[in-house]
């Protein structure tokens, strides 16, 4: 068996496993996310999407995956901040500091000029729907930018290690036999190039595998594409060859899962997690539909004496010999009790969904509320979803946006680090960041107002406290932008400038006191005084 033919056997043996999420993710995008709903059955391109009778599930997926990508990266505004980790020598040195505000620019730059919000948008839907998602780094050298592609769900198979970490990534990609040749050429395969040949087969669909794992043999002191720590390989599933190997340097696809069962590699996503509510309402929607065409369009009795079709439509006219020719059928479903059930179970998927947490002025009844409650009603349900907002950072943004660091850093986008700089840690930012770790900016509040009150007993206890540091620190958890934060060189020159003023002054108080002191020392002494004594002396 050749090595192309046992990674294939892998992914299919890895796809069988996962017949049953199959299944479940077809019934949930068909409710939530039509728009990636071939997984089970195979739709013509252009057909209709929307099969179910009611949308609030799709709307409400769609303005929780918004909400909350504009919660973690708000529109403009700089979502995470590089530190030289604490573990790392000298990490308080200003020209690491000054080298990781300068990357931190430049980083958020080359995202936001790239298609990285727009394909970010696709894998955060599909994390909070399916509970995965799965989207793949790059810098481009054609387009010299960073690029970014999210892969639906129905695309890929995943392992893990044995810390629970995605390090195996199996993805079966469609080529058209034109695109195919453009990317590898003569290596595309044999069925490939027979393809290209024919004008009217050069669009036809070719299945592609591309295979990313840790490097069986991997010489850390000795690295380039040839060996990296990941290796990269790419299969023609048709003609069972490998047309492409390199490698990564670091793990280039994201996998992020929303929650995760034990035993499970994959994850579980509100859409999945709520699909019986969903369905419930779909039937609920179906029924409510019935009962108003019953009342508007109601079923009648017709004499069999009339012939006919009995027109109903507005301004009809029938001519009828006897009377009553059509009666109504006595409806029994209760119109009022249908609206109200309807209503109940869309509440039901409101709060699957989160629709409070990312609208919270909506629904809001009453008097006005004051910025600081509506920010504070915000935060205080940002919260409810910390826990899979943790994993996100853990298992997309951290690993991400490292690896965009150094691509850019390979690719002359941003300068070389200073020498020494080996660790570097990521600090969230922005309003979700504000959310969760609101906690230490409150405590850190608390601990200075305590201490404020034990100052008038115990003067020296303020001692304790890194004022300077502090107060940086709560800015940035308070979502406040760095270059609204002056950098310690800034702040201490102010220092000094405000210390020259203040003593300057002090100093010319002091010479008015003296020249007014000599001046009123200036007249004779009166006789007999000690001071003339002193002066006859």
């Known amino acids: 068996m050749t090595r192309a033919e046992e990674e ?14 199959r299944s479940l993710w077809q019934a949930t995008a068909d409710l939530c996310f039509p728009r990636e709903n071939n997984i089970t059955h195979i739709y013509a391109q252009g057909v209709e999407k929307m099969t ?24 403009g505004e700089h979502f995470f901040q590089l530190n030289a980790s604490k573990y790392n020598p000298s990490s308080t040195n200003n020209m690491y500091v000054e080298y990781l505000s300068y990357a931190t620019d430049r980083l958020h730059n080359e995202l936001f000029s790239s298609n990285y919000l727009l394909q ?55 080529y058209t036999a034109r695109q ?36 069986e043999k991997f010489n850390p002191r000795f690295v380039t594409y040839w060996n990296t720590p990941f290796e990269s390989r790419y299969i023609n599933i048709k003609d069972k060859t490998i047309v492409d190997e390199g490698g990564f340097f670091e793990f280039p696809y994201q996998t992020p899962r929303w929650m995760k069962t ?13 699909l019986k509510q969903i369905r419930m309402l779909n039937q609920q929607r179906v029924d409510f539909n019935e009962c108003s065409n019953k009342h508007v369009n109601p079923a009648m009795d017709v ?50 969904f989160y629709k409070d947490v990312f609208h919270p002025l909506r629904d809001l009844k009453g008097d006005r509320r004051t910025t600081l409650e509506i920010r504070e009603r ?27 660091l150094n691509l850019c850093i390979r690719n002359g986008i941003i300068e070389e680090p200073p020498p020494g700089l080996d660790l570097v840690e990521i600090e969230p930012l922005g309003l979700m960041a504000n959310a969760l770790s609101s906690g230490q ?12 009150e034990l100052k008038k007993d115990i003067p020296e206890i303020l001692d304790n406290v890194n004022i300077d540091e502090g107060y940086r620190n709560l800015g940035r958890k308070m979502g406040v932008r760095l270059e609204d934060i002056n950098k310690p060189e800034v702040r201490d020159e102010i220092r000094r400038v405000r210390q020259e003023q203040i003593d300057a002054r002090q100093a010319a108080e002091l010479a008015q006191m003296a020249g007014q002191a000599y001046g009123q020392a200036t007249g004779a002494p009166e006789k007999g005084s000690p001071a003339a004594a002193l002066m006859g002396s």
């Open 8 to 21: 294939i056997k892998k992914y299919d043996s890895q796809w069988n496993k996962l017949a049953n999420f």
């Open 52 to 75: 179910h009778a009611d949308d609030t599930a799709i709307i409400d997926s769609k303005e929780m995956s918004d909400g909350l990508l504009s919660a973690i990266i708000p529109a």
């Open 120 to 174: 970010m948008g696709e894998t955060m839907r599909s994390v909070i729907v399916f509970g995965t998602g799965d989207i793949f780094s790059e810098y481009n050298i054609n387009i010299k930018k960073l690029n970014f592609k999210d892969y639906d769900i129905s695309l890929y198979v995943i392992l893990e290690n044995e810390a629970g970490i995605v390090d195996v990534h199996m993805l079966k990609v469609p």
């Open 180 to 215: 195919a040749y453009q990317k590898w050429g003569d290596k595309a395969g044999k069925s490939v190039l027979e393809a290209v040949a024919d004008s009217k087969k050069e669009n036809d669909i070719f299945q592609f595998l591309h295979i990313v794992k840790p490097r």
């Open 262 to 274: 034990t035993g499970e590699i994959m994850g579980r996503g509100q859409g999945t997690e709520g």
């Open 303 to 352: 004499l069999a004496s009339f012939e006919g079709d009995y027109r109903v439509f507005p301004g009809a006219r029938n001519d009828v010999s006897e009377f009553p020719t059509a009666v109504p059928v006595e409806l029994k479903g209760n119109f009022p009790v249908s609206k109200d059930t309807l209503e109940m179970e869309r509440e039901i998927i409101h709060t699957i």
């Open 378 to 404: 915000l935060l205080e349900g940002l919260k409810r979803i910390g826990q899979p907002v943790h994993r996100l950072w853990y298992e997309l943004f951290n690993p991400q946006l490292s690896r965009c």
């Open 441 to 452: 900016a409150t405590a850190f509040q608390r601990w200075i107002a305590i201490g404020v």
